[in-house]
């Protein structure tokens, strides 16, 4: 038996496995917000991309959940979850090193970067399943909503710190040589998974059926239990159009208002404080509020930080004062929303459904994003930026009643088991 099986369970801060694990999140996260500042600058200033061609971008990059989520699922079920979260590391790296490849060379062109964003976005669909769906066999059920909080939290340090050095940075050095820092901390990422000593038992292979029925296990699971059907379809209605707001406001920012990347990689980052509040504070609102109230509480105050967006076109001499007050909101809700209800999703499921259960909701919440980038393109082609921006605001403050009208609202206490039409026999975890 595994030493995270015993009654008494030791420190996570005592945990080798989940230290690594860790750490090397961490670093690709810091390496992540070097990009996510870099692609845009690269697109819009270097490439001279238009508003239609960033939204394709944008959908590229997330059309991997909608097109393979639901199979990425049920084979990561039937596979070993470092394993695969390593692969992708080392695939996600390799294309991405490719950007500042094709520049130093001088034959840089858009669809190079629409190619490379499509294959990270694969690999991001099998490590995103995988870590989420690897937590839980890596650490004890009751340790699950403190490792999501510590996780959480270096990655809004990651967020904070990221964005002013990316800005830094730009105002010295084109893009595509921070999307070479980033390559170096996916490679940083596989090493420190290669170094994790537990090992997983994989489910036998006489307990594969075919694809499909695991497939609609999967799925079955996520639209049977309740209170999990409400969050996700306040999640999904909320990304469809949180991402056609967010899409156009690297145009908004740095082509419309003509603000530095450095002034707006400063102005995330102070933003972002709202991340680590938010993740120091999750634990504790939870208590406080309770463990389904704050599932609604949080999506609202999401709702609230979008119009903050547009806002800033209407208010330019404010527009630094709205994006930092947008970005503290946004990044207070986001992380209070998902420690809590991942931490429930994580604690409900069965470990042998954890991949198939993951990557449904990764298919519905995150399989809207590509639509939503296209619609953000379109819709900014023909209305224009700003009121595109306003019609994706408006719509994700209107997805929180889908939770705010619910038995959430109000419970001090999430359920800890599932209900039981779904519980295949399955893997644990070893230790060498």
């Known amino acids: 038996m595994a ?22 999140q961490t670093t690709s996260q810091f390496g ?36 393979i989520g639901l199979p990425a699922g049920a084979w990561i079920d039937r596979w070993i979850k470092r394993s695969v979260m390593i692969v992708a590391d080392l695939v996600r790296a390799i294309a991405l090193a490719a950007v500042p490849a094709l520049w130093f060379a001088g034959i840089l062109e858009f669809w190079h970067v629409l190619l490379v964003g499509t294959v990270i976005g694969a690999a991001t669909v099998f490590f995103d399943v995988s870590y989420q769906s690897y937590l839980p066999v890596l650490v004890p059920g009751p340790a699950i909503p403190d490792a999501n909080s510590k996780l959480e939290g270096t990655a809004q340090i990651a967020r904070v710190g990221g964005p002013a050095v990316a800005g830094g940075l730009l105002a010295i050095a084109q893009a595509p ?144 004062p709205l994006l930092i007050a947008m970005e503290l909101l946004l990044s207070i809700g986001v992380l209070v929303y998902n420690v809590a209800q991942v931490s429930f ?50 719509g994700a403050l209107l997805s929180a009643g889908f939770v705010v009208f619910s038995p959430l609202l109000g419970m001090r206490k999430l359920p800890a088991e599932a209900q039981p039409e779904v519980a295949p026999s399955g893997a644990g975890l070893t230790e060498q």
């Open 177 to 320: 040589l921070l999307l070479a820092g980033t390559v170096g901390t996916y490679l940083l990422s596989m090493i420190a998974l290669l170094s994790i000593r537990e090992r997983e038992t994989p489910a036998p292979r006489s307990d594969r059926r075919p694809l499909v029925v695991e497939i609609r296990e999967g799925v079955a699971f996520v639209v049977r239990q309740p209170l999990l059907r409400r969050i996700v379809l306040t999640t999904g209605v909320g990304n469809l159009f949180t991402t056609m707001s967010l899409t156009m406001l690297p145009v908004l920012v740095l082509r419309e208002l003509g603000l530095t990347p450095a002034v707006f990689g400063l102005a995330t980052s102070v933003g972002a404080i709202g991340g680590i509040l938010g993740a120091l504070a999750a634990a504790r609102l939870s208590r406080v509020v309770g463990e389904g109230t704050i599932i609604p509480v949080s999506a609202v105050v999401l709702g609230l930080a979008l119009p903050l967006a547009p806002l800033m076109a209407v208010l330019p001499v404010a527009a630094i």
């Open 3 to 24: 030493d995270h099986d015993r009654a008494v369970e030791p420190s996570l801060w005592r945990h080798g496995g989940f230290l690594r694990l860790w750490a090397g």
């Open 345 to 394: 999703r994580q604690r409900i499921c069965p470990k042998p459904l954890l991949g198939r259960m993951n990557a449904s909701i990764r298919f519905f919440v995150w399989g809207v994003m590509p639509i939503g980038a296209l619609l953000s393109g379109v819709l900014a082609t023909t209305l224009g930026v700003v009121p595109t921006m306003w019609i994706g605001a408006i």
């Open 32 to 67: 992540a917000q070097l990009a996510f500042l870099a692609i845009p600058v690269l697109a819009i200033q270097l490439l001279g991309a238009t508003e239609f061609e960033i939204g394709l971008l944008n959908a590229f990059e997330t059309a991997a959940f909608l097109v």
